[in-house]
């Protein structure tokens, strides 16, 4: 089975469950336990590698759903790259 995980909470279950070995992508928030970081990363969040202020959060935020678009970004070719079986996510809440 070959699994993606992209919710930090559900990754910390796989590892709880011993199914490390068959986990092939996580998000860039999934880094607990540590050796989650060493998983491929396939969702990044629009804020990685930024420190917006909330003020500035909250205005990106707005003017992505105003644009229709989401506030994860899809490295879809290393999704394609795990082919995942099953895929562990959660729906977002409206903000």
């Given at each position: 089975?070959?699994?993606?995980?992209?919710?930090?909470?559900?990754?910390?279950?796989?590892?709880?469950?011993?199914?490390?070995?068959?986990?092939?992508?996580?998000?860039?928030q999934c880094d607990y336990p540590v050796e989650a970081r060493t998983?491929?990363?396939?969702?990044?969040?629009?804020?990685?590698g930024t420190s917006p202020s909330s003020g500035e959060i909250s205005?990106?935020?707005?003017?992505?759903?105003?644009?229709?678009?989401?506030?994860?970004?899809?490295?879809?070719?290393?999704?394609?790259?795990?082919?995942?079986?099953?895929?562990?996510?959660?729906?977002?809440?409206?903000?």
């Amino acid at each position: 089975m070959r699994i993606c995980c992209f919710q930090p909470g559900a990754t910390e279950i796989v590892y709880a469950l011993g199914l490390q070995d068959q986990l092939y992508g996580v998000t860039a928030q999934c880094d607990y336990p540590v050796e989650a970081r060493t998983k491929p990363v396939i969702v990044r969040s629009v804020f990685d590698g930024t420190s917006p202020s909330s003020g500035e959060i909250s205005e990106i935020i707005s003017e992505k759903l105003r644009q229709g678009l989401g506030l994860y970004i899809t490295d879809e070719a290393a999704l394609l790259a795990a082919n995942p079986d099953i895929l562990l996510t959660q729906a977002l809440c409206d903000v």
